[in-house]
C-alpha cells in the first residue's frame, strides 16, 4: 500500500515552515502539484476538520495529518520533514519534524486507515525516525520507507501461549494501530502469540473470538475509549492508556501475566501500577467521557438557538421572541430539543464510563430527572452538577449491582434487566424524595436573600448576582439569580436585569477567548478548542450554556472564572446604571436596543469576559505547574 501511494515527488525533505498551519499548506501544495487533489482550500478545510477531533501530532516528533475529502483525486501520501521542528501541540510537548499527510477520496476505501497501519510497523521500529531525519534525498527516504524489518530469526518461538490486546484511541486512528503493533512485537519477543482488536475510526476490526478468549492468558486493554470487559471475564487482565504499549510493550504484557482474574464489571486498577500510565484520575476520564458525548449537543442546540434567536428574535417584555408562524421558530425548537438532550447525555455517559452498558439506561432517566425541577417541586432542575452527580451515582450503583454474585439462571438478566430497572429507580427516588426538597428549598431561600438585599450595597448585590449568573450556567443558581431579575422589571427596577444582562454572556464569551488565548500554551482540549468557537456565537445572544462542557471537564479551573468574570460585568452594571427591560442577556439584548446604555453595556460583558479568560488560564496554567512538580517528586 506505501508504493501504490508514495513517490519521491511527494517528499520534501526541507520544509519551511514555522507553524502547524504553515506546514499543512507546504504539504497540500506538493499534493496539489503531482495532481493528487483538485482543491486545495476544500482539503484544507477537511484537514483542520479532522484536527478538531484530535490532534495527529504525537510523540518522538511525528505528525499524521489525514483526511478524507472530496477535494482528493486519487489516494497519496506527502511527507515533509522539518529541520528545526515546529510547534503542532505534540502529546510529549516537544517540537514535530516528521510530517505524513494522508489523502484519501471520499467514500472510497479506508486508505488513510490502511496507510497508518502500515506506517506504524515502521515507525515502531528501533532507530527508524532517526535514520528517516537523517536522509539527503528522496530516493534515500523512499529507500527507508520500502526496507524490509530486520528479520526475528533470534527471537524464541512464539510457544510460551496465547495473549489477547485491545486498543483504541478516542479518535480511533494512529495511537490505535501503533499500539497494536507495539503489543504484535513486544509479545513475540517474550515468545507469545497474540491477536489485537482494534477500535478505530473504521469500526472493531480482528475481534477475539470465544475459543480464542477461553485460551488466551492474559488480556491487555491499552484504550483510552469504553469497550466491552465483560467478555474477559475470568481472564487476567490489565488496564492501561493506549499510549503505554508503544512505550513498553513488554513491561505491559508481563505485568497483565500476573493481573488478577477480572471479574465482570468490577473494574481492575491494574493499570494504575504500570510505570508510564495515564496521569488522569478514574474520575476525569468519567467526566471526560460524559462531556465528549455531550458537547455535539450543546454546539448542535446553542448555536441553532442562537441563530433564530439572532435573525428572527425581537426584544420583549417577556424576553427575546420569534413572532408566530416564522419559520425560526422551528429551528429554535429543533435547537430546544438539543439543549433539554444535553444533560441527559452527560450524565448517561458518565454513568457508562464508570460500569458499562447497564448504566447507560438509568444514567440518562436520572439526568433528566436532574434537570427537570417539576419533578420535586423546585422552579429549576439541578443543571450540570446535578447530571455530574447523577452520572457517578448510577454508575457507582450499577457496579455494585453487576458485582453481586447472582444465581447462574439469573446472571443473564442482571445486565439487560436487573441493573437498569434497579438503577432507575434507585436514582429517580433519590431525587425526587432526597434531594429534590433541599434543592426545592435552596431556591426559596436564595430568592429571599436577593429580595432583602435588591435595596442594599450595589457592589455587594452585583457580586452575589454575578456570581449566582456564572457559577452553575443554567442551573439552580443561575435560574434564581435571572427570574429575581425577571420579578424585578415588573416592579419597575430593570437596573438588576441590566446587571443580570451583563453577567449572563460572560461565561461563554469568556471560555471562547481563553481558547483563544491558551492555544499557545496547550492548555485545552481539541475538543474544546472547537468548543470554544461555538461558545462564543453563544454568548453573543445570551446562552450561559455553552460554558457547561468545560465546567463538566474542569469545575476547578473554570467555574472559579467564570464566577469571578460575572461579578465584575454585573457590578461595573450597577455603577453604571445600566438597565433592561426585558428578560434577556448577552451583546444581541444591547445592539436590539433593549438597554437604556448599549455601549456601557457592552463594555461590561466584554471586561467581564476578559477577566474570566485571563483567570481560567492561570488557574489552569497552575493546576498544570502543580501536577508538572508532583509528578518529578
Known amino acids: 500500500m506505501i508504493t501504490e501511494l508514495i513517490n519521491k515527488d511527494l517528499i520534501h525533505l526541507d520544509l519551511k515552515a514555522t507553524s502547524k498551519e504553515e506546514v499543512f499548506s507546504e504539504l497540500i501544495s506538493i499534493l496539489y502539484r503531482q495532481g493528487c487533489i483538485h482543491d486545495p482550500v476544500q482539503f484544507l478545510a477537511d484537514i483542520e476538520a479532522r484536527e478538531v477531533l484530535g490532534n495527529t501530532g504525537f510523540e518522538d516528533g511525528v505528525a499524521l495529518p489525514h483526511a478524507k475529502s472530496r477535494a482528493v483525486v486519487k489516494p497519496a501520501v506527502a511527507i515533509g520533514v522539518s529541520q528545526r521542528g515546529v510547534e503542532y501541540g505534540a502529546d510529549d510537548g516537544k517540537p514535530s519534524r516528521l510530517f505524513f499527510m494522508i489523502a484519501s477520496p471520499e467514500g472510497a476505501a479506508e486508505h488513510h486507515i490502511e496507510v497508518l497501519a502500515e506506517l506504524s510497523s515502521k515507525l515502531i521500529?528501533?532507530?527508524?525516525?532517526e535514520r528517516f531525519l537523517r536522509v539527503n534525498s528522496s530516493e534515500e527516504a523512499m529507500a527507508l520507507l520500502l526496507e524490509k524489518g530486520d528479520e526475528k530469526t533470534s527471537q524464541p518461538e512464539p510457544d510460551k501461549g496465547f495473549l489477547i490486546g485491545v486498543t483504541g484511541c478516542p479518535t480511533g486512528v494512529a495511537h490505535t494501530y501503533l499500539a497494536a503493533e507495539a503489543l504484535e512485537k513486544g509479545a513475540a519477543e517474550l515468545g507469545y502469540q497474540i491477536k489485537v482488536e482494534t477500535n478505530g475510526s473504521i469500526g472493531v476490526k480482528n475481534s477475539p473470538t470465544q475459543a480464542e478468549i477461553d485460551k488466551a492468558d492474559a488480556v491487555i486493554i491499552a484504550c483510552d475509549k469504553q469497550v466491552d470487559l465483560n467478555r474477559f471475564t475470568g481472564k487476567k487482565l490489565i488496564e492501561t492508556g493506549v499510549k503505554v504499549p508503544i512505550k513498553d510493550a513488554t513491561g505491559v504484557i508481563e505485568q497483565a501475566l500476573i493481573s488478577p482474574e477480572y471479574q465482570g464489571s468490577e473494574h481492575t486498577q491494574t493499570h494504575s501500577e504500570v510505570a508510564g500510565a495515564s496521569k488522569r484520575s478514574d474520575l476525569y476520564r468519567y467526566l471526560m467521557n460524559g462531556v465528549s458525548h455531550m458537547i455535539p449537543f450543546v454546539v448542535t442546540g446553542g448555536l441553532l438557538i442562537a441563530l433564530a434567536l439572532a435573525i428572527g428574535g425581537e426584544p420583549t417584555e417577556a424576553g427575546m421572541a420569534i413572532p408566530p408562524g416564522s419559520l425560526w421558530n422551528q429551528v429554535l425548537n429543533v435547537g430546544v430539543v438539543a439543549f433539554q438532550l444535553m444533560i441527559p447525555i452527560?450524565?448517561?455517559?458518565?454513568?457508562?464510563?464508570v460500569?458499562?452498558?447497564?448504566a447507560l439506561a438509568p444514567g440518562f432517566v436520572g439526568g433528566w430527572i436532574a434537570n427537570n425541577g417539576s419533578f420535586y417541586g423546585a422552579e429549576a432542575g439541578t443543571g450540570f452538577i446535578g447530571a455530574i452527580i447523577a452520572g457517578?451515582?448510577?454508575?457507582?450503583?450499577?457496579?455494585w449491582i453487576t458485582s453481586i454474585n447472582y444465581h447462574k439462571y439469573i446472571q443473564p438478566l442482571v445486565p439487560i434487566m436487573i441493573a437498569p430497572i434497579t438503577g432507575t429507580l434507585f436514582i429517580s427516588a433519590l431525587f425526587i424524595f432526597v434531594i429534590g426538597a433541599p434543592i426545592a428549598s435552596l431556591m426559596d431561600s436564595m430568592n429571599s436573600l436577593l429580595t432583602s438585599m435588591s435595596t442594599g450595597n450595589i457592589v455587594l448585590l452585583g457580586m452575589v448576582l454575578g456570581g449566582m449568573a456564572g457559577f452553575d450556567m443554567g442551573g439552580p443558581f443561575n435560574k434564581v439569580a435571572f427570574l429575581f431579575s425577571v420579578g424585578m422589571i415588573a416592579s419597575g427596577q430593570t437596573q438588576f436585569m441590566g446587571a443580570m444582562a451583563c453577567a449572563i454572556p460572560v461565561?461563554?464569551?469568556?471560555m471562547g477567548l481563553a481558547t483563544v488565548l491558551g492555544r499557545k500554551l496547550n492548555l485545552f482540549e481539541a475538543s474544546e478548542n472547537e468548543a470554544g468557537k461555538a461558545a462564543g456565537a453563544m454568548g453573543l445572544v445570551g446562552i450561559s450554556e455553552g460554558a457547561i462542557p468545560f465546567a463538566a471537564q474542569d469545575p476547578v479551573s473554570v467555574i472559579p472564572a467564570n464566577m469571578i468574570g460575572s461579578m465584575v460585568a454585573a457590578v461595573m452594571a450597577f455603577s453604571f446604571g445600566v438597565t433592561n427591560s426585558v428578560a434577556h442577556g448577552g451583546p444581541v439584548v444591547a445592539l436590539l436596543g433593549a438597554m437604556n446604555k448599549p455601549l456601557s453595556g457592552l463594555f461590561c460583558m466584554a471586561c467581564g469576559a476578559v477577566v474570566t479568560a485571563l483567570v481560567c488560564i492561570t488557574l489552569k496554567k497552575m493546576r498544570q505547574s502543580g501536577e508538572a512538580t508532583q509528578a518529578v517528586a
Not at 521500529?125 to 525516525?129: M, N, V
Not at 452527560?346 to 464510563?353: C, D, Q, R, T, V
Open 346 to 353: 452527560l450524565a448517561g455517559y458518565i454513568a457508562y464510563a
Open 125 to 129: 521500529e528501533e532507530g527508524f525516525i
Open 392 to 399: 457517578l451515582l448510577v454508575g457507582y450503583f450499577i457496579r
Open 507 to 510: 461565561a461563554p464569551l469568556g
Open 355 to 358: 460500569a458499562d452498558r447497564p
